[in-house]
């Protein structure tokens, strides 16, 4: 028996508009822009339904119906579902069909896709709380396994999982951490007893998330004989195999004229032609075997970027100033009890904020400039201050 | 390439330092020089007379025995005021006007035309086309107009004077090929004279040559007041240019009123002298934040280098600017920079804050944001250093070299 876990990251950000000084204490609205600015939630939103949620949910569904053994797993932020209950509500209808199937799990994270775990474990608490209600709530199922934000993951965040009656938890299948160890098996975290770690297959899994249509790499054009391949090569050592990518790369990333959409759909059919073959949840695939060894990770790593690290997110001026005005305002945001002002801090939270002021890479123009929907790391981090500063005045106004 | 050694290049200029007036001449130097680097072959003609150091890699004429000072007649930077006023020649015995200065400058090229023959004429902006278009014409050699602004520029995007017009259609229509210091001049140059794209290169500038020279110390006891108001914590944004409409000054000064009403702690050096003076300064007045302004006059060299050590923010307002070298000195000096998207330099700077150049509510935005938060500032001052020195003056020579060659070969076929 072979296994595919397929997983699939769902989220969009509420991304602040270009928030003016002159507007502090004048305008609270942070979130709504006009329609066509860069920064428009909606017409970002709409884009993507038409280019990609809309386009890949209907294979993923029709092939759900028409193979009894193709599953896949889905996180789901809370910032991707208040969007789509507002513009594209039927996006999250056929979520609760493809869920009542029994063949798609929802895996949990905080609700606003944020970094909280770095600052506040408290606020982290309360918004995987609040994520895992929501989904309770709109698609009748409890989470059962846990993916922290941009999968970043440390032995003690898998502590805190496993305390928290987590049976599972993601994390990239990196190198360094893994040595010659291969991330086609079932791990147990360090100092853990009972949850179990899953690892990203990530040359697999990059193989369409980035790869795909790049027409210098020496592979291109994939094909689905040749990937299958490379999988039943990989199935050498170990036998799941873990594609964990971000939803969007089905039309977003890897646009449809490059054909990833007919590849899906002929991969999903052609690997599930071997009768020893089988896609599974990611809970089956925590007990699909017994943990064949402990895995340590002492220090946070992620899925991002060649350093696999928190760079994107944490390691400018602005970006760290940011996060640490924003998280020391907590209390003084709980303490107002005003309902608005809580959620416009919280939505602050969202880690898409700190990383649309990355400089790292942006004098290259690289993805980090093509998925920033400002015009520079540096007006992002202007407006982000300036909202701040805002919730700063009306905390000092409830307070009169 | 062998051949490309032996190219002997005719430039057409119009000023050389330490006798100019702006960038122009600035970049002329630094181009011969790196051309010259390259094994081009360089003569130079200027319409004055006048000593120039640190030309010894090229040879340079002087058409007329004018001084320099009044190579521009009655100021060709002003150029709504080019009539024919008449100016003194150093002899005082005749008085020119530019455009007398200008056929004098032409007869002169004809007359080196006639013992010399140049694979190549580069003229420098429409000051000399009409020499270029003589070299073209009569004597057939290809011509290179290389614009470093047009009268469109100048007029702050209106119309201009119709003569400087109509001797610069002429010349970019008469050019083998168009040189534009970036996309914004590319797409005037298209947009108003109707020149096909494709007749039309960009070549970016470069930083001075000079600045590499460990020449200059920053003495911050001279400037006493600014460095106790810094102190005080007040933020200085600086501004460097001639006062002429196209630099956009007045939205800045009403930006800087927009921003002063929500932080006073904000100082403004205008730097620079020109016909907008006066009305700068009333309205500094008008809008209530004259304490807030600073006006140096016209100011080079050190004092100018002085201003940008000053200043924590740089700001190019320009309506209309082809390149704007100011903004990679101001970068060199350590400032943050804002700029217009109008000006050409926000199409190779990614570390800067960037605006509309009528938008002042945004200018005044970033410049709050700037002073109110200490690593926006710190992370623009930081990462523009790694920026602002990616194009050299020998990328920019073996560019002209290319295109050079690539007319020299259409005229073989």
Known sequence: ?400 | MLKLKMMKILMLGWELPPHNSGGLGVACLNMARALANRGANIDFILPYSAKHPHTEFMHVYAATKLDPLYRYGGGAYESLKITEELVPTLDQKAVLSIREIQKEYCDFVEKYLMTHQPDIVHAHDWLTYEAGVIAKKEYGIPLIAHVHATEFDRAGMRNGNPLIHEIEYEGLMMADRIIAVSETTKRVIHEKYHIPLQKIDVVYNSLDQEYDKNTYHFEESTYRYVKSMQEKGYTVVATVGRFTIQKGLSNLMRAAALAVSKNPKLLFIFAGDGEERNKLIKLSADLGIAENVIFTGFIRGKNLRDIYSLADVFVMSSVSEPFGLTALEAAHHNDALILTKQSGVSEIIWSALKYDFWDTEKLANEILAIAGDEPLKTELKENIKNEYRKISWDQIAKKCLRIYNKVKQKEVI
């Open chain 1, 1 to 400: 028996m072979r296994a595919i876990c397929l997983y699939l990251h769902i989220h969009q950000p509420i991304r602040y508009k270009e928030y003016s000084f002159f507007d502090i204490s004048n305008s609270s609205d942070y979130y709504n822009g006009e329609y066509n600015d860069r920064e428009s939630n909606e017409r970002i939103f709409r884009k993507v339904t038409e280019k990609s949620y809309r386009p890949m949910l209907a294979l993923l569904e029709k092939n759900i119906n028409k193979h009894t053994d193709f599953k896949v797993s889905f996180s789901i932020t809370g910032t991707w579902l208040e969007q789509a209950a507002k513009w594209e509500p039927d996006l999250i209808e056929t979520i609760q069909r493809m869920v009542k199937t029994g063949k798609v799990e929802i895996i949990d994270e905080t609700y606003y896709h944020s970094l909280a775990y770095f600052y506040n474990l408290e606020e982290f608490e309360s918004q995987v709380k609040k994520h895992h209600e929501v989904i309770e709530k709109i698609f009748d199922i409890s989470p059962k396994i846990f993916r922290n934000t941009e999968l970043a993951y440390n032995d003690s965040l898998a502590k805190w999982a496993e305390e928290n009656g987590y049976k599972g938890i993601l994390a990239e299948g990196w190198d360094k951490v893994l040595g010659w160890r291969s991330p086609n098996y079932v791990y147990r975290p360090f100092n853990c007893s009972k949850i179990r770690l899953l690892l990203k297959n990530y040359r697999l899994s990059d193989d369409i998330a980035f790869r795909f249509s790049n027409r210098g790499w020496k592979e291109w054009p994939l094909t689905v004989e040749k990937y299958q391949n490379w999988i039943n090569l990989d199935c050498i050592h170990g036998n799941l195999v873990n594609l964990f990518m971000d939803f969007e790369t089905f039309g977003e990333h890897q646009w449809k004229d490059t054909g990833i959409f007919d590849f899906m759909d002929q991969f999903i059919s052609s690997w599930l032609g071997e009768y020893e073959n089988k896609f599974v949840t990611a809970s089956e695939a925590c007990e699909l075997m017994e943990p064949v060894d402990e895995a340590s990770m002492p220090e946070t790593i992620t899925w991002a970027d060649t350093e696999r690290d928190l760079s994107a997110w944490l390691s400018n001026s602005m970006q760290i100033a940011a996060m640490e005005e924003l998280y020391a305002l907590r209390e003084q945001v709980l303490s107002t009890q005003d309902k608005k002002i809580i959620s416009d801090w919280e939505h602050l939270t969202t880690s898409d904020h700190p990383y649309s002021m990355c400089t790292k890479y942006w004098h290259d123009g690289d993805v980090h400039a093509y998925f920033s929907a400002y015009a520079s790391p540096y007006e992002s981090f202007m407006y982000f201050m300036n909202v701040i500063r805002d919730i700063k005045y009306r905390i000092a106004e409830s307070e009169k």
